[in-house]
């Protein structure tokens, strides 16, 4: 069940650019809400998704991001949103060729990249501020 619900998830994002809610992951699948919010707490529990605190709504399938940031991809005219720069590169690497941008924080400019056959334009560095062994220490944050 757990990886019926996930494979649905991701499906969602790709097709809708957007997070699926628990009421149509459990009628696509023909299960029960209950059935359902099992399967999410238990992929969250495995940190294959993040759901949004005290709820069951997605905030995070990685790459992907069930709520607005300051971090997109955009491939074919159609826009997801990612948790960080990292996953907007991940989103084009499933999708396809495409663009991603970030929003600067201090200066509120838009930054943009393109990727074309694996290539990004121009050239850049992306900078984390926390090691990858401490991400799910905050996972909001990171």
């Known amino acids: 069940m ?11 994002f790709r097709d809708q650019a957007a997070a699926p809610s628990t009421g149509d992951i459990a009628s696509s699948l023909g299960r029960s809400h ?3 919010t099992v399967a999410l707490d238990e992929l ?8 949004r605190p005290g709820t069951h709504d997605i905030w995070m399938a990685h790459p992907f991001s069930g709520i607005p940031t300051d971090y997109t991809a955009t491939v074919g005219g159609n826009t997801w949103y990612a ?4 996953d907007s590169i991940a989103i084009l690497a499933l999708l396809g060729d ?5 929003k600067d924080p201090l200066t509120d400019t838009t930054n943009e990249w393109t990727v074309n056959d694996g290539v990004v ?3 850049g560095v992306v900078h984390f501020l926390v090691p990858a062994r401490q991400f799910w220490d905050d996972i909001g944050y990171t």
């Open 98 to 102: 495409g663009t991603f941008a970030s």
């Open 44 to 51: 969250a529990a495995s940190h294959a998704i993040v759901l």
């Open 121 to 123: 334009t121009p050239a």
């Open 34 to 36: 209950e059935e359902v």
């Open 83 to 86: 948790n960080c720069g990292w």
């Open 2 to 12: 757990n990886g019926q619900v996930r494979a649905h998830i991701y499906k969602h």
